[in-house]
């Protein structure tokens, strides 16, 4: 079962004073302990690299860097994907949605991905299996 991950879920894996970091990293272990795909975009990466440097530090980024990049499969945004999010969020008009969740959306639709490792309600609304459960 290919899980996509999202920001929240990679700085609650990095963030050992994250109140879900505990039940994020027993799920994040058990995620590598299969060959499914752990993707996620680029546009998720940026905003968890902004973050990590800005909550925790540098050496969170660091950290992202060196342990978590290698292991997951980075999906690009195009120009027409970025355009599909964008009027998405434009037609949303939710002030609490983001372009990257957005992104992350279409994305997921485009691979057929079902489930997401995160803590995003907006995953649940639009239809995706969350894990952990948001709640």
Known sequence: M???VDTSAFCAVIDA???RHHDTLVTWERLLGNRDARPTTGYALVETTSLLQNRIGFDAVWTLAAYVLPI???AWVDEGM???AFHALLVS???RLSLVDCVSFEA???????NVL??????TEQGFRVHPPVG
């Open 2 to 4: 290919n899980v996509f």
């Open 17 to 19: 004073d994250d109140s």
């Open 72 to 74: 997951v499969t980075i």
């Open 82 to 84: 970025h355009r599909s």
């Open 93 to 95: 008009g939710r002030k």
């Open 108 to 114: 997921m639709s485009r691979m057929g991905i079902e």
């Open 118 to 123: 995160c803590f995003d309600p907006h995953f």
